[in-house]
């Protein structure tokens, strides 16, 4: 298990849903503190709750507007298409339903994975418009 995956799991067992992972991961690497962007982004979690579109895409995406605003107009849309082109085709779509596929199980078997390359993949978009997390 990859030391992303561990720390994954790690704010898993603090609680944290998908979306705010990927923003406390990013908080945690630019050793910064933002408990009330981290509760609000709560809000994407599960598919907004609903089992709709992925809330680690919609978590990085806020992630990348964090780090550079202004990049995100050109990052944000990259990164849709990268995960569309990763996921959509192994699980039939990038809605959270899909993805776990009515098995609450497949939650902590595939979206460990899933968030560890999506923040990864965050990570490189930043560095290709001369940032980093």
């Known amino acids: 298990m990859s030391d992303r995956v561990k720390e994954i799991y790690k704010l898993a067992a603090q609680g944290y849903c998908c979306s705010q992972i990927m923003i406390q991961m990013g908080l945690d690497a630019r050793q910064d503190e933002n408990p009330e962007l981290v509760d609000a982004v709560a809000g994407l ?12 895409l919609t978590g990085a995406a806020c992630l990348l507007s964090l780090c550079d605003r202004n990049a ?32 609450p199980g497949n939650r ?25 997390i």
């Open 45 to 56: 979690c599960g598919g907004l709750y609903s089992g709709l579109i992925c809330g680690t």
């Open 72 to 103: 995100a107009r050109s990052t944000v849309p990259k990164l849709v298409e990268w995960f569309k082109k990763t996921y959509d085709t192994c699980y039939g779509g990038i809605d959270c339903a899909d993805i776990i596929d009515n098995n």
């Open 108 to 132: 902590l078997e595939r979206c460990p994975k899933i968030m560890g390359e999506t923040y990864e993949k965050c990570r490189e978009l930043l560095a290709e418009s001369g940032h980093e």
